[in-house]
């Protein structure tokens, strides 16, 4: 039976409320981040951060971004891994800021979504990603050996 990846990856983006964001500094050395995120219909991903964390001086000097959206309590050899290629921006349009807004506190209503923390003196920045390419993990073989390869999908 062969699996539906792209239905897979939709219930996985749906299940897991944080992403991992691979940003490169201006010195261009890696640096990851572990977000809670929200997705809109159009798979675009939403979240916020300090505006002088790392992640938001990486966007800001380089919007290629990496995705990765996987459960990590589930036993080895059983994980799922959604992979997104995409471009990331600061959100500077209000009515962006507010789309973004609504998308993060719709999906998991918090107190620590008020909205004067992204008022122009406010400490926090929402950002957006726009996927470009989308791959999940999946199984092959080479020379009678398991290994993990990338299946390209379409959200």
């Known amino acids: 039976m062969t699996k539906d990846l792209t239905k897979r990856a939709k219930e996985i983006i749906k299940q897991i409320d ?5 940003s490169v500094t201006p010195e261009g050395m890696p640096w990851n981040s572990p977000v809670y995120s929200a997705f809109d219909d159009d798979y675009n991903f939403f979240w916020g951060t300090h505006i002088d ?10 919007e290629n971004v ?22 990331a921006k600061q959100l500077r349009d209000p009515e962006e800021i507010q789309h ?8 998991r209503p918090t107190p620590f979504w008020d909205p004067a923390a992204f008022s122009e003196s406010g400490p926090v920045r929402l950002f957006k990603a726009v996927p470009i390419k989308v791959w999940m993990n999946d199984d092959s073989e080479k020379d009678g050996h398991y290994i993990d390869v990338r299946t390209e999908v379409s959200l």
């Open 18 to 22: 944080y992403i991992t964001i691979a």
């Open 53 to 62: 964390s790392q992640k938001a001086q990486n966007i800001r000097n380089n």
């Open 66 to 87: 990496f995705l990765v959206i996987y459960d990590s309590t589930v036993p080895p050899g059983t994980g799922e891994g959604v992979y997104v290629q995409a471009k």
């Open 100 to 107: 973004a807004y609504e998308t993060l506190k719709n999906r």
